[in-house]
C-alpha cells in the first residue's frame, strides 16, 4: 500500500545551522511524483518542489537542496544556512500514477529555527 | 482570483448541524481535491472532481460527508448531523490539469470547531 513516513516530528535548529528533513515512500507503482510542500501559520500549503520517479537527479534551489534515492525510497530535503523564516510545517507527499493526482501525505516536520 | 480561496476561514458548530464550507479554484483549473488536516497530522484526501464530475470519493469518512461542483468552478463540501470527530482543517486545492504530475495550489482551509 502507498505510504508517506516522516519520523521526525519536531526539529530545533539555530539560524545558520543546516538541517535535513527526512521522507520514505511506499509505492508499488512504477510511475509516481514526490513532492515537498510547506506550511506556514496562515495554514496554506506552500508547493517547493515535484519530482518523477524516473529523475534522481539531486536538485538545488537557492538554499534548498533535495536528495532522491529510488534505491532506499528516500527523497530527504536539506536546507542549508538555515533562517527563522524558515519555520513552519514541511510535508513530504506521493502521487501515484495510477491514482489520478491525489496526494498522499507524511505526518508532517515541524522545523523550528530560532535566533 | 490570483489563489484558492475558501470561507469561512473559522466554523464553530453545534453537535448535530449541517455545515457548508465552500472552495473557489483558481480560475480555470480543471481538478479540484478537498482534504482533511486533523490537529498535528498530515492533510488526508477526501475527494477529487475533474471539472464537475466527481471521479473519487474514496476518502469521504461517512455518507454525512457530500461534496459537489456542479458548473465546474465552485465546490462545496457539505457534513451533515456534525460530530466532534469532524473537527479539523479541511483543504481545498486545484489544479491546472488531470493527472498525477500536476501541482496543486491549496487555499488557507476552514477551521471547523465542533462543540
Known amino acids: 500500500a502507498q505510504k508517506v513516513t516522516q519520523a521526525q516530528t519536531e526539529i530545533s535548529v539555530v539560524e545558520k545551522e543546516d538541517v535535513t528533513l527526512d521522507c520514505v515512500y511506499e509505492t508499488r507503482d512504477t510511475t509516481y511524483y514526490l513532492f515537498w510542500y510547506k506550511q506556514p501559520p496562515s495554514g496554506e500549503l506552500v508547493f517547493l518542489i515535484r519530482?518523477?520517479?524516473?529523475?534522481?537527479q539531486n536538485e538545488i534551489s537557492g538554499r534548498y537542496s533535495w536528495n532522491f534515492q529510488k534505491s532506499t525510497s528516500s527523497f530527504n530535503f536539506t536546507i542549508t544556512a538555515s533562517q527563522v523564516v524558515d519555520s513552519a510545517v514541511y510535508f513530504c507527499a506521493l502521487s501515484e500514477a495510477s491514482q489520478g493526482g491525489k496526494l498522499i501525505f507524511g505526518q508532517g516536520t515541524e522545523l523550528s529555527v530560532k535566533p | 482570483g490570483a489563489g484558492v480561496s475558501q470561507s469561512p476561514r473559522y466554523k464553530v458548530a453545534k453537535r448535530g448541524q449541517d455545515v457548508a464550507l465552500r472552495c473557489d479554484p483558481i480560475?480555470?483549473?480543471?481538478?479540484l481535491f478537498w482534504y482533511q488536516q486533523a490537529l498535528g497530522q498530515g492533510p488526508e484526501f477526501l475527494t477529487y472532481?475533474?471539472?464537475?464530475?466527481?471521479?473519487?470519493k474514496s476518502g469521504l469518512p461517512s455518507d454525512r460527508f457530500f461534496a459537489e461542483r456542479p458548473e465546474g468552478s465552485v465546490s462545496t463540501l457539505k457534513i451533515q448531523r456534525t460530530q466532534q470527530e469532524d473537527s479539523a482543517v479541511y483543504l481545498c486545492?486545484?489544479?491546472?490539469?488531470?493527472?498525477?504530475?500536476?501541482?496543486?495550489?491549496f487555499g488557507q482551509g476552514t477551521r471547523l470547531t465542533v462543540v
Open positions: 486545492a486545484s489544479s491546472a490539469h488531470q493527472g498525477p504530475s500536476q501541482v496543486a495550489f
Open positions: 519530482r518523477n520517479s524516473f529523475d534522481e
Open positions: 472532481f475533474q471539472n464537475e464530475a466527481q471521479l473519487d
Open positions: 480560475s480555470g483549473h480543471v481538478s
